[in-house]
């Protein structure tokens, strides 16, 4: 079978696009970066490079560390002025941009498919859950925001790359509904365009929005250590959030911190193995590239021919490939689990974590082909690896106590409720987990002693949308938690007594429902 791209879908198309619809921040040798309230050429562009086939694609114009303080400095000055702006005038300015959005929701959705490489179906979805996310805060804001102010200074964010629209660009949107301006680090990795275009769609509204592009260590001292801010944002690793932490220890800035966690799914007296089934092909999604994925499934030993004989059909099912190709010209783009993961580097990383883990001992339970892949003829495929299982990886390996963010699972078999627990709870705190057992009274006593912001019982759990709550437990987040009405109540000022629901230093907090 051979395959083509589909016509219309070039990256070259997509861009020239773009410089049609915002010129003012898509030149057509570069994109921009934009501070003071103007489009700004500066930095120094670095060469960007698609996953998807290693198409040359637009790079981050980086700035250095004076620059980003400037704009810092100006995105306080826009805060000074936009805290005062009526609140029905900030709901019909984010309501415009929201409207803006939606009319180029596919060219937004396109280039997430470039530059990140999510499937098509995967891609519109991070587009429509921003939309419809924030069209959500803009009808219930108003109960949300009295009583309250906003920072004393703008919000800073800092997210990494996977989800630009429903994760970033929907945290921005909701901070400046709620009277603050906001910055943003264009994702180093992927995303600088189809970022670039929502904030040119909302900075045409008159919304106070910074983006800034740069290697964090040079803007760390602008965007997590600047005394304007008034919050610090982060979505990452624990070892960049690590990092940010410690800059933040002494400044007192309000600040959220997600970081990632091992969330695991524990089987323990359970025969539902056909629900299950439908669960695992679910969780390639993206090739578990975002922090809510399951790369951990902690089994009992007993019923582990029953989970193997459920997992393998699941995880041979899986489709992955160029998110592009078609079979002829008219046909719909295909409906893949995964595409590639965002650099060859990654897979070199995970290919070289799969090889050690085997060597020390891991029995590889699956082993996928790029063969079995959906590809156009000849194209670069070093982004892309196949799906792969590993039973008992050993301890010294990193796939045994780190997230893979990629398509690669690991399975750790148990004889106990209290080695369950253990091996559940075994990266110090997680976003998510979940119990696949069928006596609800013992699966709700287990997820009690699961340390994760939010524990499903035989359903996965995911970061949510509108009034859901977010947050984590352990090392996996640092302050305030957000989702509903706690992402509002991060980004403004209550009582001077009040403690945020979240995880700080002195204390952790749940809200009612976490």
């Known amino acids: 079978m051979s395959f083509m791209l589909k016509p219309g879908t070039a990256w070259s198309d997509a861009y020239d696009r773009c410089v049609s619809a915002v010129p003012e921040a898509f030149h057509d040798d570069r994109v921009l970066n934009h501070w003071g309230g103007f489009w700004q050429r500066d930095g120094r562009p670095s060469p960007g490079v698609s996953p998807v086939d290693g198409t040359a694609i637009a790079g981050p114009p980086r700035l250095d560390r004076a620059v980003a303080s400037r704009a810092v400095q100006a995105s306080l000055d826009e805060h000074r002025l936009w805290r005062h702006v009526p609140l029905a005038e ?24 470039w530059e990140i490489g999510k499937p098509w179906k995967l891609a519109t979805a991070d587009v429509d859950r921003c939309i419809e996310g924030v069209h959500w805060y803009v009808a219930e804001i108003d109960r949300m925001v009295a009583g309250r102010t906003p920072l004393h200074g703008p919000v800073s964010n800092i997210a990494s790359w996977n989800y630009p629209m429903s994760v970033l660009m929907h945290a921005m949107l909701v901070q400046v509904l709620a009277g603050n301006a906001v910055i943003a680090k264009a994702p ?3 995303g600088l365009a189809c970022l670039t275009l929502a904030c040119a769609l909302a900075a045409r509204e008159g919304l106070p929005i910074t983006l800034v592009s740069g290697g964090g260590a040079e803007l760390s001292p602008a965007l997590v250590r600047g005394k304007e801010l008034g ?68 089994v009992q030993r007993s019923l582990f021919h029953e989970f193997l004989a459920a997992y393998l059909p699941a995880i041979h099912s899986v489709r992955f490939g160029h998110p592009l190709a078609v079979e002829a010209p008219d046909d719909p783009l295909p409906d893949l689990d995964f595409g590639p993961l965002i650099t060859n580097a990654k897979v070199k990383e995970l290919a ?33 690896l196949a799906p792969v299982a590993i039973l008992t990886p050993p301890r010294s390996s990193p796939l045994f106590h780190a997230e893979p963010f990629g398509p690669v699972d690991t399975i750790v078999l148990v004889d106990t409720e209290a080695e369950l627990l253990a091996a559940m709870n075994a990266s110090n705190g997680a976003l998510v987990a979940t119990i696949s057992c069928d006596e609800e009274e013992t699966a709700r006593r287990l997820a009690s002693e699961v340390r994760a912001f939010k524990v499903g019982v035989n359903v996965p759990r995911s970061r949510g949308d509108r009034e859901e709550l977010f947050g984590g437990l352990g090392a996996s987040w ?8 706690l992402l509002v109540r991060a980004v403004t000022q209550g009582p001077d007594t009040e403690r945020l629901p979240g995880n700080f230093p002195g204390y952790t907090m749940l809200p009612p429902s976490g």
């Open 188 to 190: 180093t990795d992927g």
């Open 90 to 113: 900030r709901k019909a300015r984010v309501t415009a941009a929201l409207e803006a959005m939606t009319a180029h929701r596919d060219l937004l959705a396109l280039l997430l498919v």
């Open 352 to 384: 070289d974590q799969i090889d050690e883990a085997v060597a020390k001992g891991g029995v590889p339970l699956y082993r996928g082909s790029l063969d079995d892949g959906r590809f156009l003829p000849g194209q670069d495929t070093s982004a892309y």
């Open 231 to 298: 919050c610090v944002s982060f979505v990452g690793g624990r070892d960049a959030g690590g990092q940010v932490a410690t800059s933040l220890a002494d400044l007192g800035h309000r600040h959220v911190l997600e970081q990632e966690g091992l969330n695991c799914w524990g089987v323990w007296e359970y025969g539902n193995w056909e629900l299950l089934t439908g669960q695992i092909r679910k969780s390639f999604d993206y090739a578990k590239q975002r922090c809510t994925a399951y790369p951990r499934f902690v």
């Open 478 to 485: 640092r302050g305030a938690f957000v989702g509903g009405e």
